[in-house]
């Protein structure tokens, strides 16, 4: 029997492909999302007790299917919906491929496909940017709309209408990948949307776990399967590449006890060297490509990091360097806060803090900016200012990682 954080790994992992089964199958976006929630919920309550299935996804896509016909059937409102259903009442098999087919022990079924397509519909042109980011982060990533809502900085009220907005306007859209023009004038938002699910992987948010592996895994198989459609685009190469060196860090971001370990105190040698290697050739392949770009840029830096045999050893110099064209492309203040780091490493912690301080109205609220000021205001000999920065990263983050940690480097500044 799993343990239950793992059946949320599993739900989670599987959400998004077996909403995609539905929509490819049913259509009605809306209906059928609501169908998975209650699949999963079925699966949350059974699965920790009566154990996995062999085929968890062909179960989720099995029990909702049948809650979406059921629920198809009794809307007496809409006979002509109602008759749909009953035509589309699942038999034993389905037609592309059935679930049952799925073949056990994880490997990749052709149906995998409906993540992607269902990706792109959630970048239909017909939705502001906004609403493609909201809708597929819902979607695909599986964030719910209170993290959503936190990661834009607006009430969660306000994201839950933006994201029943979205469902109406793509309602009856076709659940197929666009085509190549079309495709292309989504690329920006599906590669924003990638990156803001893996950054939620890699960094969550909220909650006990300071990772959410799943949501990082699964952010960066979709950026491969993009990068199979467009192999020559130096933005997909270069998102891919970022993801790769950042997460190739993971089994070093945490102590024995879950606690948060910063990238200049991490053991090098627990990271993953072949992601390393195959995430720094992505760089210079994407760098080919054509004009640089934000990921490109990101995936750079992130190269210079990994390469360093030590902290000490590496190129601040050169970072600072690739933060000055970054804020040129991205109007992003993370690059900013970024680029404050860089200039402390390279001309001193004033320095550093003076570009800090210039983010504060762009980034009121945000703990990672008190959390930078205070990493700053201790080196720069200011134990008080750096305590008082700490204690206030730690009462804005909803980390308990991150909480934990920024309290320990306070206590540390009592003395």
Not at 394 to 408: F, V
Request: charged share 25%.
């Amino acid at each position: 029997m799993r343990r239950t954080s793992e059946v949320e790994d599993l739900l989670r992992l599987h959400a998004p492909q077996v909403l995609g089964a539905l929509v490819r199958r049913y259509g009605h976006f809306d209906p059928a999302e609501d169908a998975v929630q209650e699949a999963l919920l079925a699966a949350a309550r059974q699965w920790p007790e009566q154990g996995v299935p062999d085929n968890p996804r062909g179960w989720l896509i099995r029990v909702a299917s049948r809650r979406l016909v059921d629920r198809l059937r009794s809307d007496e409102a809409r006979r002509a919906r109602e008759e749909t259903a009953a035509a589309l009442t699942p038999r034993d098999a389905f037609t592309t491929p059935p679930p049952d087919e799925i073949a056990p022990g994880g490997s990749r079924a052709p149906s995998d496909d409906d993540t992607l397509t269902l990706l792109f519909l959630c970048c239909h042109p017909e939705l502001a940017p906004a609403a493609q980011i909201a809708l597929t982060l819902r979607a695909v990533g599986g964030l719910t709309t209170a993290e959503i809502a936190r990661a834009h900085l607006v009430p969660e009220a306000t994201m839950a209408q933006r994201i029943s907005r979205a469902k109406r306007r793509i309602r009856g859209a076709a659940f197929v990948q666009p085509g190549p023009a079309d495709r292309d004038g989504r690329l920006a938002a599906v590669l924003q949307v990638l990156y803001l699910i893996f950054n939620e992987g890699y960094t969550a948010t909220s909650g006990r776990a300071l990772h959410r592996a799943e949501l990082a895994r699964e952010a960066i198989r979709l950026t491969r399967s993009v990068r199979r459609l467009l192999p020559r685009d130096g933005a997909v190469a270069g998102l891919l590449a970022l993801m790769l060196l950042t997460d190739a860090r993971s089994a070093a971001r945490t102590g024995p006890d879950g606690e948060l370990v910063p990238l200049d105190e991490q053991d090098r040698s627990r990271w993953d060297r072949a992601a390393v290697t195959e995430g720094t050739a992505l760089v210079e392949e994407a760098l080919r490509e054509g004009p640089a770009g934000p990921y490109q840029v990101q995936a750079a830096i992130a190269a210079l990091h990994d390469e360093a045999p030590r902290a000490e050893d590496t190129d601040w110099p050169q970072i600072l360097a690739l933060y000055d064209v970054l804020v040129r492309l991205t109007p992003e203040p993370m690059a900013g806060l970024g680029r404050a780091v860089a200039v402390a490493m390279v001309h001193g912690p004033q320095a550093g803090l003076a570009e800090a301080d210039a983010l504060r109205d762009r980034l009121a609220g945000n703990h990672r900016l008190d959390a930078v000021r205070a990493h700053l205001l201790e080196r720069a000999g200011d134990p008080a200012g750096a305590r008082a920065a700490y204690l206030a990263a730690a009462a804005a983050t909803l980390s308990l990682p991150e909480s934990r940690y920024l309290h320990g480097r306070a206590d540390r500044l009592c003395g």
